[in-house]
């Protein structure tokens, strides 16, 4: 079962609003990511953790939040977005730093 | 330069026919390849691992050509479900994947 798990689909948020993303996987991957995909753009890695350790930041605006509570989990804290914000937001794990990533439906977040 | 360069396409084609993607990456130091495929609207999902040696999965070629930084993707017998674009994925020595621009693929009846 290669299955990542992304809630909520769809989000609208007002740029005063906090709101999070949430990903799971129960594939014991020791590796999760935040990915960024505008239309007709390739995804852009934002941030990495490794062992439930920040490992990787992308020079990310501090209005994006991540957080790893558990190995299974990786939440995307979201405070004060801009309506360039604006895109897919993907989640996606290996089983180690330098494996092959599966990747979550997806988040498709509008800020208004 | 990019790090990942490949055709944007699209490739209109018809059903049945064999379309070759090409991909380039700039970093030599890659350590890893990799074919996704992404339908509109939906995550990338992995179609296969590129190795040097070459391999294959049903109608699907891949072939890594280390020295000349190059990668490709052979589709054989195309079939309406193909279309998709396809990114063409490398990871660097930095734990990052990077990724094409994409090749849209359009299969017509």
């Known amino acids: 079962d290669t299955e990542v798990t992304q809630t909520p689909k769809h989000l609208v948020m007002g740029m005063t609003n906090k709101k999070s993303l949430k990903c799971e996987q129960h594939m014991g991957h020791r590796a999760m990511y935040w990915y960024k995909q505008k239309a007709k753009k390739p995804p852009e890695l934002m941030f990495v953790y490794s062992y439930e350790k920040l490992s990787i930041n992308e020079s990310v605006p501090s209005r994006f939040s991540p957080e790893c509570p558990n190995s299974s989990l990786l939440n995307l804290h979201l405070h004060a977005l801009q309506p360039e914000d604006s895109a897919l937001y993907l989640c996606a794990s290996s089983p180690e730093e330098t494996g092959t990533q599966y990747f979550g439906p997806g988040t498709r977040l509008t800020v208004l | 330069r990019k790090e990942v360069e490949q055709d944007p396409g699209p490739f209109n084609v018809p059903e049945g026919a064999t379309v070759a993607f090409n991909c380039t990456y700039s970093n030599s130091a890659s350590q890893s390849f990799f074919w996704y495929r992404q339908d509109c609207r939906k995550e990338p999902k992995l179609l296969m691992s590129v190795y040097s040696s070459g391999n294959e999965d049903g109608r699907f070629t891949a072939q890594l050509n280390r020295a000349s930084q190059y990668i490709s993707l052979l589709i054989r017998d195309s079939k309406l479900s193909d279309s998709a674009t396809y990114l063409c994925?490398?990871?660097?020595?930095?734990?990052?994947?990077?990724f094409g621009t994409g090749t849209r693929l359009l299969v017509s009846p």
């Open positions: 994925v490398v990871l660097t020595g930095f734990q990052k994947l990077v």
